[in-house]
């Protein structure tokens, strides 16, 4: 009984001090179990989806082993899109194809340096905002909208398509992936031909059993004026960055 006045002689007062300073829903909060679950949960997702987090400190990621499927360090992945590729990576070994990892999880700050780099680097070519940050949307995403925060999306051997087409070096690997990838959940979500988004990139895929969802919680959850904290973001709202960028996607990677 002791203790019981004792601990209400402190709480009491600890919750009429929290009402008198207007946090009456984290106050709230506190007594409802189901509510503070909740709100960190979404709070994550959002994180997540945007990037905004350290894959190094997260245990859904692993790192991908160098040099069985990399040249270079710190490439990691969600567990199960690395288990997939390996299987794929195993079987494309097979018919003589080899598989380089080459860029997986970029997180929120990664890719703003990609980005204020490329804008930098755009100026003269493209004075105007929207005209630059279109021009840097043909291959690049915004910070807060690029598959690669998910750790479900790899871009593999080369970054130019002549290179993935007829005669070029990676002409069996595209054709390889094209007929096989999806056997292992991979799919190429910039084909060309489409009516919105990034260019086509052959080099880019997404292990869609984790990544479609994820594309819907993205659609569901993020809006054009979440993407800030980077230089050009005022021009997200106009360009349409989610419905264009981010929905534009080939149709079979949903
Ligand atoms: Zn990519």
Same mark, same amino acid.
């Given at each position: 009984?002791?203790?019981?006045?004792?601990?209400?002689? @402190?709480?009491?007062?600890?919750?009429?001090?929290? @009402?008198?300073?207007?946090?009456?829903? %984290?106050?709230?909060?506190?007594?409802?179990?189901?509510?503070?679950?909740?709100?960190?949960?979404?709070?994550?997702?959002?994180?997540?989806?945007?990037?905004?987090? =350290?894959?190094?400190?997260?245990? +859904?990621?692993?790192?991908?082993?160098?040099?069985? $499927?990399?040249? +270079?360090?710190?490439?990691? *992945?969600?567990?199960?899109?690395? %288990?997939?590729?390996?299987?794929?990576?195993?079987?494309?070994?097979?018919?003589?194809?080899?598989? +380089? #990892?080459?860029?997986?999880?970029?997180?929120?700050?990664?890719?703003?340096?990609? !980005?204020?780099?490329? !804008?930098?680097?755009?100026?003269?070519?493209?004075? =105007?905002?929207?005209?630059?940050? +279109?021009? #840097?949307?043909? $291959?690049?995403?915004? &910070?807060?909208?690029?598959?690669?925060? !998910?750790?479900?999306?790899?871009?593999?051997?080369? *970054?130019?398509?002549?290179?993935?087409?007829?005669?070029?070096?990676?002409?069996?690997?595209?054709?390889? @992936?094209?007929?096989?990838?999806?056997?292992?959940?991979?799919?190429?979500?910039?084909?060309?031909?489409?009516?919105?988004?990034?260019?086509? %990139?052959?080099?880019? !895929?997404?292990?869609?059993? @984790?990544?479609?969802? *994820?594309?819907?919680?993205?659609? %569901?959850?993020?809006? =054009?004026?979440?993407?800030?904290?980077?230089?050009?973001?005022?021009?997200?709202?106009?360009?349409?960055?989610?419905?264009?960028?981010?929905?534009?996607?080939? &149709?079979?990677?949903?």
């Amino acid at each position: 009984m002791k203790y019981t006045f004792y601990l209400l002689g @402190l709480l009491v007062p600890a919750y009429f001090f929290a @009402l008198s300073c207007g946090q009456t829903t %984290e106050a709230g909060a506190q007594t409802s179990p189901t509510t503070v679950a909740e709100k960190p949960a979404s709070e994550a997702l959002t994180s997540y989806l945007m990037g905004k987090y =350290d894959q190094t400190k997260d245990d +859904r990621f692993v790192t991908v082993e160098k040099p069985a $499927y990399t040249d +270079r360090p710190y490439m990691m *992945l969600r567990k199960e899109a690395y %288990e997939a590729f390996k299987n794929m990576h195993a079987a494309a070994k097979k018919d003589g194809i080899n598989l +380089r #990892i080459i860029s997986s999880t970029r997180n929120f700050q990664q890719q703003k340096s990609i !980005w204020e780099s490329k !804008w930098s680097k755009t100026a003269g070519q493209a004075p =105007d905002p929207l005209e630059r940050a +279109r021009v #840097i949307l043909q $291959y690049s995403s915004m &910070p807060g909208a690029s598959r690669h925060h !998910w750790g479900t999306d790899i871009d593999v051997n080369a *970054l130019n398509n002549p290179d993935f087409s007829k005669g070029g070096k990676n002409e069996k690997t595209y054709d390889w @992936l094209v007929q096989h990838a999806s056997e292992y959940g991979f799919c190429q979500p910039y084909t060309a031909g489409r009516e919105h988004g990034y260019n086509e %990139e052959r080099w880019h !895929w997404s292990y869609t059993p @984790l990544s479609a969802d *994820l594309t819907k919680q993205y659609l %569901e959850n993020i809006t =054009d004026k979440d993407l800030t904290g980077f230089t050009g973001s005022e021009t997200a709202v106009q360009i349409g960055i989610v419905e264009k960028y981010v929905k534009g996607i080939n &149709p079979n990677c949903n």
